[in-house]
C-alpha cells in the first residue's frame, strides 16, 4: 500500500485518481504531479515502483501544493478569522448555516441538521 503525504492510497486505483485521495489534490493537480513526476495517469497503484512513489512523493513534497495537514490548518484559521471579525460570512460560520447564499426557507438540511417538527401543530381531519 502506497503512503503519500500521511494518506494511505488505495492500491487498486488507477494513479490519477489514486492522488484525489490526498486533501489538496483534484483532479487538475494529480495530473500536474503525475506530469512532473513522469507517471503515467492510467497506471495502477500496485504498478508503481518504490522509485515512482518515492518521486511522486518529492514532487507533492517540493512543489506548490499545500496539502492535508497544512491546508486544512489554513482553512481552519481562515474560518475563525472570519468568524472573529464578525462579517456576514463569520455570523454564518458561526449559527451553522449557509454561507454563500443559499436559501434556507426550504433545504439546507445538511448545515442546519435534522428538522425539528413544530410543537403543537395539529393535522388537519375531516
Known sequence: ?????????????????????IYGIGPKN???????????PDVRVHQLTDAE??????????????VEGDLRREVSTNIKRLMDLGCYR??????????RGQ??????????GKAIPIAG???ATR
Open 53 to 66: 512513489v518515492l518521486h511522486i512523493r518529492e514532487v507533492i513534497d517540493s512543489g506548490n501544493f499545500s
Open 1 to 21: 500500500m502506497a503512503r503519500i503525504a500521511g494518506v494511505n492510497i488505495p492500491t487498486q486505483k488507477k494513479v490519477g485518481v489514486a492522488l484525489r485521495y
Open 30 to 40: 494529480a495530473i500536474t504531479v503525475l506530469n512532473r513526476a513522469g507517471v503515467s
Open 90 to 99: 463569520g455570523l454564518r460560520h458561526r449559527k451553522g448555516l449557509p454561507v
Open 121 to 123: 401543530k395539529k393535522i
Open 103 to 112: 436559501r434556507t426557507h426550504t433545504n439546507a438540511r445538511t448545515r442546519k
